[in-house]
Each structure stands twice: as structure tokens, then as C-alpha cells.
């Protein structure tokens, strides 16, 4: 069973910065890709980030150039650095991997349960 667990989220004014992150744990034997969407009141989930293995990002263009993302094999980590955070930023904000368990050759889409992230003044 791998589960994945998201952190960091809360109340932030605008033009403020967050740092999520998430971990991954159970029986893994590799994750390729990891990352974030959200999902804000009334509106369907988006994506907002991803990374692969090797390091290669991906954002969608309302978030580029403000937030970061980033993510730490070793520890089956992802992290996502939201700065400059505006009022259309609020959403509840996934975390996502794409996952090889221990003793199986396919891979699998896990999703965390969400954090809350509130930008309001």
C-alpha cells in the first residue's frame, strides 16, 4: 500500500508565500513522475506542477514564475514554493505519483487527500 501525505498548507495574505510538501511511503520501488494539482471551489481539479525523476518541471501557466517546484529522491518527497500568492491561488492542492510498488512491474497514480491553502487579506 503506498499512501501519500500533504503538508504545509494554512492562511496566507496575498503577495505572501506557502511551502507544501509531500511524502510518499509504503512498499515503493520507484516513482517517476510526482506533482501538484488543485482543485478551488466550484471548479474541476488542474494541474499546477510536475517533475520527473531526472529533474524536468512542468507548470501551468498561471502559476509560472512564482511557484517552484522541487523534489527529493532520496526521501520520496516533493515540494512545491509558492510565492507572490494571489486571491485565485485558494484551493485545496493534491499531491500526485506515479508509482512502482515492491513486486509489480506496472506503475500506478497515487493521490494524497489535499491540503488547504487559503490566500485571503
Not at 509504503?26 to 494539482?37: L, T
Not at 494571489?86 to 491540503?115: L, Q
Amino acid at each position: 500500500q503506498v499512501q501519500l501525505v500533504e503538508s504545509g498548507g494554512g492562511l496566507v495574505q496575498p503577495g505572501g508565500s506557502l511551502r507544501l510538501s509531500c511524502v510518499a511511503s509504503g512498499s515503493i520501488s520507484i516513482i517517476s513522475v510526482m506533482g501538484w494539482h488543485r482543485q478551488a471551489p466550484g471548479k474541476e481539479r488542474e494541474l499546477v506542477a510536475t517533475i520527473t525523476r531526472g529533474g524536468t518541471v512542468n507548470y501551468a501557466d498561471s502559476v509560472k514564475g512564482r511557484f517552484t517546484i522541487s523534489r527529493d529522491n532520496a526521501k520520496n518527497m516533493v515540494f512545491l514554493q509558492m510565492s507572490s500568492l494571489k486571491f485565485e491561488d485558494t484551493a485545496v492542492y493534491y499531491c500526485y505519483a506515479n508509482v512502482r510498488p515492491s513486486g509489480s512491474s506496472r506503475m500506478y497514480g497515487y493521490w494524497g487527500k489535499g491540503t488547504l491553502v487559503t490566500v485571503s487579506s
